[in-house]
């Protein structure tokens, strides 16, 4: 080899050399930096994917404490489903808690049945009551205000008699479960 390159001229060694430099330097890029760079590349975007759900990730974990409050505040409302007849029975037990505690007298309670509407089942019940208006208005406020999912759905009140100052109120009274 040394023969044929001592035989070129300066010129032409030169030209040699440096096409010899080029056919190197091409030779590292195909066989070691691209494979290199290639791996770097994948990495880079593997990282910034990574980086990406990390992100998602710590706004779920921020907002976890807005949640956890969020789901104590409407704990109370949750309970395991039961059984239709002792959802009414619970609803009944309700009802003349209610009653007592804002002295209401009650004439008649009757289970009025069960409503499906998608998800949500309505449990009814008629109700028969006697009190001074103010009394009645408060166990109706009771009603909707109760840790158990209640709503006066419909009522009718009017005096109990003509010179009486009690009245009587017919009310439906729906307890909403979501099974």
Do not use: W
């Amino acid at each position: 080899m040394q023969n044929i390159i001592s035989r070129f001229s300066k010129r032409e060694k030169a030209v040699f050399f440096a096409a010899l430099i080029f056919v190197s330097f091409s030779f590292l890029d195909r066989v070691i930096l691209s494979p290199i760079l290639k791996k770097m590349d994948l990495y880079s975007q593997e990282i910034k994917a990574t980086e990406y759900d990390m992100m998602k990730n710590s706004k779920i974990l921020q907002q976890r404490a807005r949640i956890e409050a969020e789901e104590k505040k409407y704990a109370e409302y949750a309970a395991i489903a039961q059984t239709n007849e002792e959802e009414t029975a619970t609803l009944l037990r309700e009802i003349e808690r209610l009653a007592t505690r804002s002295s209401v007298y009650l004439n008649d309670l009757k289970p009025s049945g069960i409503q499906e509407e998608g998800l949500v089942k309505k449990f009814r019940v008629n109700v028969s009551c006697e009190g001074d208006m103010g009394k009645i208005i408060l166990f109706m406020h009771y009603i909707e205000d109760s840790h158990v999912i209640m709503q006066v759905s419909a009522f009718d009140m009017g005096p109990k008699s003509t010179q009486s100052k009690i009245n009587r109120c017919e009310l439906l009274i729906s307890k909403i479960v979501i099974p």
